[in-house]
């Protein structure tokens, strides 16, 4: 070989040298990138990590504040609010009944036909309308026209039915919003939630305005129960099972009510009920304990949101914000690691990752995980993530939601353990008084809400803590029972039952 052959020979191997110096390097730059993602994970795990014993912490601080929020306005961040609802239906009342059902991203309009002399709802037309996004935030006039308006169209189709000799409609009306009620008919707001913001409506009464916009329609209709969305839940589960001691609402936000004993409720002041008992509208969405596993997402979400420190089980449950607490996640790894290639601009619109989307991405089951490409490629515009960076998407959906049913599932029980239903203090409690010492009584809860019916994961998710947390023994004595539009056909009969005295009062305990 000459001088030449030689320079080329040495000239060539240094070249691979370089290049596989390059190669190995963008090796381990790339381990290290994508270790950097798998860090991210792991402190989210750590931090939403709820294992039993946590759960039980969360299930006593709910069942205290619980207490808390009876015995004094304001001693709780849970309002418990009356609800002057001190019958439920049972199945006798009878007639053609209206509601309205706002509260979320949809609102409805139903009627509801009563037999009277058995359990069947004979018949029940709903119609449903998206509110328009500026009503949510204009003045109180602008939405109450609106629903008016709505209404008004509605009762206009009820064609020659027997109701055209009736003078005056009821009405039952869904508003799932913070109100302190003054009669089971009528109550103030006190602050708006789930993204509305209509200021002049604060304060006011809710039934008031909308019987006014009522009449400047031409339409003689009584709101004859004012209710929240958990309250018709309640009613509609009782009107099926006598056994529903509570409600509880998993949906766009979140909130329970339950039955409770007039004598517990030391701030009614000896208000009296001819049942002995009340429906107490918990609004849960505001419950907080320091148990609760919380992350740095948490925070920031909390931050960034209209009503900071207010909402804190609802901003860590409701399907409002499980997605935006994802999309947090996705970006802190993305800033990160290069793992999802440049960080998109999209990453940084808060709730552009909506829950539904996070539902997709979790319960993909095709092998390449086509459908979690395609909602990063489509909503979040981050394209051709390779396969193992989708399966971290997935693992990221799963502790989110993993958390938030988990913590659901303890506001259950702290409900049940207030009322004695939990199987606490050696199961006695649970048991029926009288009779067979053996037998655990039947308590149900009925539940609503598109985030435990439509995301399944979700609703596996609790259900598997509840019966964690409650044990094998209780546990198969407590029902979750799904109730379909209960918060619309509850108000309904609620407005019936209220408007026949003839109806039984609910028995307590
Ligand atoms: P609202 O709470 O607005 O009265 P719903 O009870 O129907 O209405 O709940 C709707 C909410 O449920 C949506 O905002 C969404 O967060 C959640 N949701 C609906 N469908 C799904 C789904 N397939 N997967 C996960 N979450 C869902
Ligand atoms: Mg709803």
């Known amino acids: 070989m000459g001088k030449v052959g030689v320079g080329l020979a040495v000239g060539c191997a240094a070249a691979a040298c370089v290049i596989a110096a390059a190669v190995v390097g963008r090796r381990v730059r790339r381990r290290r990138t994508w270790r950097r993602a798998v860090v991210v994970l792991e402190e989210l795990e750590q931090g939403c990590a709820a294992a039993v014993g946590r759960l039980r912490q969360v299930v006593d601080a709910m069942a205290v504040e619980m207490h ?141 305005c909308l019987e006014q916009a009522i009449s400047k329609r031409g ?34 936000g979140t909130n329970a009510c339950y039955l409770e004993r007039a004598d517990a409720i030391i701030k009614s002041q000896g208000w009296l009920t001819t049942s002995g008992g009340m429906v107490v509208n918990m609004e849960w969405g505001n419950f907080w304990s320091a148990h609760m596993p919380r992350t740095s997402y948490d925070v920031d979400l909390d931050a960034d949101s209209p009503n900071p420190n207010d909402q804190g089980f609802e901003k860590m449950i409701s399907g409002m914000y499980l997605g935006d607490i994802v999309r947090r996640v996705i970006l802190r790894m993305s800033q990160e690691s290069d793992v999802f290639g440049p960080v998109s601009s999209k990453l940084s619109v808060p709730f552009i990752l909506r829950t539904p989307f996070m539902a997709a991405m979790h319960e993909d089951d095709s092998p390449d995980l086509r459908e979690v490409a395609r909602i ?88 598997e803590a509840m019966a964690e947390i409650l044990g094998e023994e209780v546990s198969p004595h407590v029902i ?24 039984d009062s609910v028995q307590l305990l």
Not at 230 to 252: F, M, N, S
Request: charged share 25%; with cysteine; proline share 3%.
């Open 376 to 463: 990063l490629n489509d909503v979040l515009e981050i394209p051709d993530v390779p396969l193992k960076v989708r399966k971290l998407v997935v693992n990221v959906c799963d502790v989110v939601t993993r958390r938030a049913a988990r913590l659901a599932a303890a506001g259950i029980v702290g409900i049940l353990k207030k009322i004695g239903r939990d199987g606490s203090g050696g199961i006695t409690s649970a048991r029926i008084k009288t009779g067979s010492p053996s037998k655990i009584r039947r308590t149900v809860v009925a539940i609503e809400g598109g985030l435990y019916t439509s995301y399944s994961m979700f609703r596996e998710y609790l259900n």
């Open 68 to 208: 808390a929020g009876l015995a004094s306005e304001g001693g709780s961040k849970l309002k418990m609010l009356l609800t002057f609802v001190d019958s439920l239906p049972h199945g006798s009342e009878k007639g053609t009944y209206y509601a309205l059902d706002l509260g979320g991203t949809n609102f409805r309009v139903l009627r509801v036909q009563l037999g009277g002399n058995s359990s069947a709802i004979l018949e029940h037309d709903v119609e449903q309308k998206p509110i328009p996004q500026d009503l949510m935030t204009s003045t109180s006039e602008d939405l109450f026209d609106f629903i008016a308006s709505s209404l008004k169209e509605f009762v206009e189709k009820e064609g020659d039915r027997e109701l055209s000799s009736v003078k005056r409609r009821e009405l039952g009306f869904t508003f799932s919003f913070p109100v302190k009620q003054t009669s089971v008919s009528s109550g103030i707001l006190i602050k708006w939630t789930k993204g509305f913001s209509i200021e002049n409506l604060v304060g006011k009464d809710v039934s008031e």
């Open 219 to 252: 339409l003689d209709m009584r709101v004859a129960a004012l209710v929240n969305d958990t309250v018709g839940t309640l009613a509609l589960g009782h009107y099926h099972d006598e056994d529903t001691v509570a409600a509880v609402i998993i949906g766009t």
């Open 480 to 503: 979750l029972k799904v109730t379909e539009d209960g918060s619309g056909i509850g108000a309904a009969l609620l407005a019936a039952s209220n408007s026949s005295p003839s109806v």
